[in-house]
């Protein structure tokens, strides 16, 4: 089982478990994610994983031939997991609904495919499928008359199929598993015994009644009832919690129960939420609308709660951020809780909410079920919240609201209040509410309730989880809807009653689930091209197959070989100190343990100066390796961790963010600076100057698979196989190399596939396979070392936070004649790739725009922050989102639209950039042109600003955003690949080459080039590895030219051979390339050739600001539109296009997916994706529950992409273009469509226009920047001053 976060927060680690419902006796599958699933949990019940559904070797199920004939795996860590969340699916509706096919993913987390092709291929199993029908007009967009004279071309040439839906085999659902009958048996006759499972710390007690479920929870006060498991398993997981004896209920039916009575519902807290919304949608469809408000609210919520896939139970006594504790409780729910001493009922009040002890559970006592009543006429009950994003996340804020008025008035008789998330406990509003009784529901009343919930419901300025003063907005602005809610309803209750203007009413309205379609077009190939030649056809994944049975092997699969042993890294938690002493002893006692890696036992080199490899006497961050501790298995390695003491003495300054940074004069590296024209001079002589902020967040990579590594070391010559999850093996192989002081020759790197990379996979594999390493050469065994998402996220670091300033000055017409840009980007403790990623930063920075008077600087910020790395797109993601926020300003200033100031600025002919290198343009101007007149933009530009002249609460923005993308690296030796092509005997291909699977798919292309050379079928050709004996001394896959420079040296090793086998082919023209292959063996002709690329020339002289540095330039444009809720800051995604330039893409479909998932990855980066550190510099965010990254839910509704062809790039294989970085920068069009909806609501608000742009934009910043009277009331309203104990924020920001 493959565990990508641990927490029930990714579904990576998905398998169905069906059981047989004691009462109805059906047998219900659930999708569960295995993390959380305690074995001793599952007695009784079937558990299907990926290989039992279907396999390559039998017979592969159609769930799994659909996902990857349609492109809906990439590197595939994620595919097992939402391959069982969509055969659980249809186990239990084998024709789901879209809708229930979006629910079905909800908790499955993707970082390379940006969900679409995943959807696209659980659409073909669904009742109704719209495909690319936009809207339900039942038109295809391709038909629509605007697209006929596009410059995509001829219609007859353009392809709407990424696959062929008529060649998947039917599901058929006879053919599933049946359920085991010898667990049918033991349902029919189920055991009543106790049931005691002993584990080395844990006891694991099943009663089998609930008689002695009492008995044993008085015996055992203190032992936790484990139900889900959705709270204590990551708490014992990763918090360390013990808990000696777990008492397991799963067998008690009583919990099970679920009554219905005249004034009520009774639920058992064994229920899953998924019984619960059943249970609760049944009673909604029974019963008459004034009884079921608490019902509706209930349901409400639990459609956006945690995933399908965790088995949570209905009631959660987590405290804290529990969704459904404040509807319960103004819903006047009470919990029936049993002991052996009896039966009690206790009212779900704020007394029980508060936990005084009093009203709370008794240790011995277990809570039976509980009483939800029904609501009445003249009552209303609403649930509100607020996440960082829609679906599967934690609310900021959550809402439960009950208002009781008099019959026939609108007097408040009886009114409940409570919050989740702005206090320790559910917090109840109960003294406001008292004073709101006898109140008319009006204005008046409105205004008083807000002050009052502000006072009463007050958050200090500390509070956990931060905030606070979005929070306060929230607990206000959820009132108002809920104000606004009862005047509907009050108004068809009576008549005549006032109500607010229409314009004022769409702060009603949530955003519902809408389940994405779109349309992805590409250039179809040639019709005289051979059918034969894979060449710019979509060909699927070469592993998609095995991804999706899960027989494709990543590092970790590697079985456990002989003498093994784990290990794992101890860090640092001071942010900068001096060790002072390490105590070991007590760690080394552990059963299990064999050893401490230390500095002391690295025999060459400890990583250089600057940058060790383990720490010696001084950190310089939190999560800096100090050393490791190998154990026999990986829990002991990690018991020792936490029995380590080491004392630390604080050392000064200590400099988290770029301002202090700036402040102390702390850089890691000198200025980069490019200058063009006078600017200085154009600023005297604009209209116009403004200046600005831009703040763009750093980025996690959250690749799904975490760092890994397993050394071998073998018997002979200090000789050692490295198996490591890498972008870059050769630098594995040196660093190695250099710490063990060995020469390069002895050690072999191999790289399978990698669990995804986007950068972060180039420096830091290094460093763990050195250090596993030197543990292989100390201990003599095999290393292990597998880092789980608390560690990869908290030492590795990510993406460089920006900081940039921009003075420009322009004309009034919003020709911009002057622009100067400084740029500070947090670089972390050590250099790592900042220089680099500052210079890349520089010179993208000028994007598609043609500015005579520029000046761009950058420095790189050194703090004591992890270390930041290279990502996807190498800076200019951030940079450029300075320069596309100074094209809005000055738009702004001009009373421009943004759109016309693009394109006024934008380059038009062959011209030369800022650093003097040569371009021409014209694919950047067809992209631009396309992406307009492919999104209809003039026309929804207009439809938008009709929409938001209706609307006060919802206001809608459309942005467009052109892209002008160097690829390659700035240095000539980086430009060059090699491949080994070899062919045997029988006429099987073997292709090795320098790059490495990441799921970019470029082991498919390689074969798809040596196909086409050698002329024979894609099914003779085969790649095993990557490996450093193979092909030596690679570059690192990455900056987008990995399929360029690896194709260029397939087609040249395949060139050779061919040329070899000219003679024979010649003499026997008829014969087969096996026939051929025979003769060339016979003939003494080698079979086996190298290929080599001597690519392109780069070169930057920074102190001339000139140079040739890239190869090429991808140009494209993507538009998108989006709403946005100015009440609580939340928003939608209505639709996005994408035109880009993929010249003559080898593989559209794994182009188009490249796309995707960058955008997807980009817009996650502008919107959700935060990063955020204790004042100490402790990483909070460090899994899926704390940092966000896309949803499926996220997904633009609309999502259309279309490849701009036939231009030619003569550098490149086939003319191809390297798409892999480019698209992350075109997410930022939902970020400035999120401006843009800002922006309207500041307008009609009457508050500035010029705002400072903040990356992401979060619902926090989106609520906040949508100032209005409620974000007065808090300004006005104080927080409660800080005590003295507490006189710093609860987090910072890079
Ligand atoms: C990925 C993820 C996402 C989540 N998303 C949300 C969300 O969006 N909203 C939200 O509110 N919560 C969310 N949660 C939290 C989770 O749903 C709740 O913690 C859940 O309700 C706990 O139920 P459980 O059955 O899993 O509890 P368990 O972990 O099994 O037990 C929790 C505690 O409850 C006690 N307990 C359980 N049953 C009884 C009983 N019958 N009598 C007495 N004590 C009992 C146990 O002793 C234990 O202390 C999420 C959790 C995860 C892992
Ligand atoms: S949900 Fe189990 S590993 Fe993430
Ligand atoms: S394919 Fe989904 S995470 Fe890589």
């Given amino acids: 089982m493959r565990y990508a976060c641990g927490r029930g927060g990714c579904g990576a680690c998905t398998v169905m478990v069906s059981k047989r419902d004691p009462t109805s006796q059906e047998i219900r599958h659930f999708s569960v994610t295995t993390c959380l699933v305690p074995i001793c949990s599952l007695y009784g019940a079937a558990v299907t994983t990926v290989e039992g559904v279907g396999s390559m070797k039998t017979r592969l199920h159609p769930v799994q031939e659909r996902i990857a004939k349609s492109h809906g795996t990439q590197c595939g860590f994620c595919t097992p997991g939402m391959v069982m969340s969509m055969y659980t699916l249809l186990r239990n509706h084998p024709q789901p609904s879209e809708e229930q096919l979006l629910e079905a993913l909800g908790g499955n987390l993707c970082r390379c495919t940006g969900y679409r ?20 007009t039942g038109k295809c967009c391709l038909d629509l008359g605007e697209n006929d004279s596009s410059s995509l071309g001829r219609k007859s040439d353009i392809c709407t199929e990424l696959f062929v839906k008529e060649e998947f085999q039917p599901l058929d659902p006879t053919q599933e598993l049946i359920f085991p009958p010898e667990l049918l048996r033991m349902t029919e006759n189920p055991e009543k015994r106790t049931l005691t499972f002993h584990g080395e710390r844990v006891t694991w007690i099943s009663p089998g009644t609930f008689k002695d479920l009492l008995e044993l929870k008085a015996k055992h006060p203190e032992a936790p009832l484990i139900l889900g498991n959705t709270s204590l398993g990551p708490a014992m997981r990763s918090k360390g919690c013990l808990h000696p004896i777990l008492l397991s209920p799963a067998r008690i039916s009583e919990l099970n129960v679920v009554s ?51 088995m949570t139970k209905a009631i959660t006594l987590s405290p804290y951020y529990s969704d459904l504790n404040p509807i319960l409780a103004v819903g006047n729910a009470t919990l029936n809780l049993t002991s052996e001493e009896g039966t009690r009922r206790i009212p779900l009040s704020e007394h029980f909410l508060a936990g005084l002890a009093s009203a709370d559970l008794k240790p011995e006592e277990i809570l039976e079920s509980v009483y939800i009543p029904h609501s009445q006429k003249w009552e209303f009950v609403s649930a509100f919240r607020q996440a960082q994003c829609q679906q599967n996340a934690l609310p900021d804020v959550n809402a439960g609201m009950r208002v009781l008025f008099k019959e026939g008035t609108d007097i408040i008789e009886d009114l409940s209040i409570t919050y989740g998330g702005v206090g320790a406990a559910t917090v109840s509003a109960h003294k406001s509410c008292q004073q709101l009784l006898g109140r008319q529901w009006d204005e008046l009343m409105l205004d008083e309730a807000c002050r009052r919930l502000l006072d009463e419901v007050s958050l200090p300025g500390w509070a956990p989880g931060g ?122 006692e552990i059963p299990g343990v064999v050893d401490v890696i230390t500095a002391k036992d690295i025999p060459g080199t400890n990583g250089t100066e600057d940058d060790k490899l383990l720490a010696v006497d001084e950190v310089l961050c939190v999560g800096q390796i100090i050393f490791a501790v190998v154990a026999e298995t990986d829990v002991q390695a990690k018991r020792a961790i936490e029995k380590i003491k080491i004392t630390y003495e604080e050392l000064e300054p200590i400099i988290f963010t770029i301002k202090d940074a700036i402040k102390h004069n702390s850089f890691l590296c000198p200025e980069k600076k490019l200058e063009q024209g006078n600017i200085e001079e154009a600023f005297e002589k604009v209209d116009q100057i403004v200046e600005g902020e831009v703040h763009v967040g750093g980025q996690e990579h959250f690749y799904m698979e975490t760092q890994r590594v397993l050394v071998i070391p073998k018997t002979e010559d200090k000789e050692l196989d490295i198996y490591v999850s890498t972008q870059d093996p050769a630098h594995v192989q040196k660093t190695v190399s250099s710490t063990l002081n060995i020469p390069i020759n002895r050690i072999t790197c191999h790289v399978k596939r990698v669990g995804g990379g986007f950068g972060g996979k180039i420096g830091r594999p290094a460093v763990f396979g050195a250090i596993a390493a030197v543990g292989a050469l100390k201990t003599g065994h095999p290393i292990r070392l597998v880092l789980d998402r608390e560690d990869d996220m ?31 980007i947090n670089g972390g403790c050590t250099l790592d790739d900042s220089e680099l990623v500052t210079e890349f930063l520089i010179l993208k920075l000028e994007n ?173 050709l085969h790649i095993c590895e990557t490996s450093t004996a193979m092909v030596p001394n690679t570059i690192a896959t990455a900056a987008s030219v990995g399929a360029d420079i690896n194709g260029k040296a397939v087609q040249n090793a395949c060139q050779i051979l061919l040329k070899r086998l000219e003679p024979i082919i010649k003499k026997n023209p008829e014969g087969t390339w096996e026939e051929w292959i025979e003769a060339a063996f016979e003939q003494r002709i080698s079979l086996s050739a190298t290929g080599y690329f001597r690519g392109y020339k780069a070169f930057m002289d920074w102190e001339k600001g000139e140079g040739d540095p890239f190869p090429y330039y991808v140009y494209g444009a993507a538009c998108s539109e989006v709403e946005i809720d100015c009440l609580t800051g939340a928003h939608k995604k209505i639709r996005t296009d994408i035109v880009m330039d993929a ?102 608000r009457d508050i500035a226009e010029d705002f400072t742009v903040k990356s992401p934009a979060t619902p926090e910043w989106v609520r906040m920047a949508c100032a209005d009277r409620f974000t007065e009331m808090v300004y006005i309203c104080p927080l409660p001053l800080e005590p003295p104990s507490h006189p710093t924020p609860w987090a910072i920001f890079k």
Wanted: net charge positive.
């Fill in 848 to 1020: 598609a725009y043609k500015i005579r008077n520029l000046r761009f600087r950058g420095r790189a910020c050194l703090t004591n922050l992890p270390s930041n790395t290279a990502f996807r797109g190498f800076g200019f993601p951030q940079g450029t989102l300075v320069t596309e926020s100074c094209i809005t300003a000055v738009a702004a200033k001009c009373g421009l639209p943004p759109e016309k100031v693009r394109e006024k600025n934008m380059y038009r002919t062959v011209d030369k950039t800022i650093y003097k290198q040569a371009f021409n343009p014209e694919s950047l101007i067809r992209c631009w042109n396309e992406c307009l007149d492919a999104s209809s933009f003039h026309n929804r530009r207009k439809q938008v600003e009709e929409f938001n002249k209706k609307n006060y609460w919802k206001k809608r923005g459309i942005a467009v955003i052109p892209m002008k993308f160097s690829v390659g690296f700035a240095a000539t030796s980086y430009h060059q690949a090699a491949a080994l092509v070899h062919i045997y005997t029988d006429g099987s291909v073997l292709v090795t080459h320098g790059g490495n699977e990441l799921g970019q798919g470029i082991h498919t292309k390689m074969l798809q080039v040596a196909s086409r050379e050698l002329k024979i079928p894609m099914s003779h």
């Fill in 260 to 310: 219905k009575t005249n004034d009520g519902l009774t639920i058992g807290a064994g229920c899953s939420l998924a019984q619960v919304k059943d249970i609760l949608a049944e009673r909604v469809s029974e019963l008459p609308e004034e009884k079921t408000q608490t019902y509706r609210a209930l349901l409400k919520h639990l459609k956006s709660l945690a995933s399908q896939d965790l």
């Fill in 794 to 824: 908290l030492i590795t670091g990510g993406r460089h936070p920006l900081f940039g300033k921009y003075k420009v000055g322009f004309m009034n017409n919003g020709r911009i004649k002057a622009l100067d840009i400084e740029c500070f």
């Fill in 467 to 588: 905030r606070v003063e979005f929070k306060r907005t929230l607990v206000v602005s959820f009132f108002f809807k809920f104000y606004l809610q009862v005047l509907q309803e009050l108004k068809k209750l009576i008549k005549p009653f006032p109500v607010p203007v229409n314009r004022f009413l769409s702060a009603l309205e949530d955003f519902p689930g809408t389940v994405p379609q779109g349309v992805q077009r590409y250039q179809s190939v040639d019709s005289h091209q051979p059918l034969q030649d894979p060449v710019g056809r979509p060909v699927m994944h070469l592993s998609g197959l095995k991804h999706a049975t899960g027989e494709a092997e990543f590092c970790d699969d590697i079985p456990m070989v002989d003498k093994e042993l784990c290990m794992a890294l101890v860090t640092s938690t001071r942010a900068y100190a001096k060790i002072i002493s390490i105590d070991l002893s007590e760690a080394l």
């Fill in 1143 to 1244: 010249c003559c893409s080898l593989n559209p479909a794994i182009d188009i997916g490249q796309i995707e998932g960058a955008f997807i990855q980009g817009m996650g980066l502008y919107t959700t994706e935060e990063l955020k550190y204790s004042p100490e510099g402790v990483l909070y965010s460090r899994g899926p529950d704390e940092y966000k990254i896309p949803t499926i839910s996220d997904v633009p509704e609309e999502f259309n992409v279309s490849l701009l062809p036939s231009s030619q790039t003569p550098l490149t294989i086939y003319s191809s273009k390297g798409l892999g970085e480019s698209g992350m920068f075109l997410g930022s069009s939902v970020f400035f469509a999120i401006t843009d909806a800002v922006a309207a609501a500041r307008k009609e």
């Fill in 117 to 136: 092709p995943i959807l696209a291929s659980g659409k073909t199993f669904c009742l109704e499928s719209n495909g690319c029908q936009q809207k339900g």
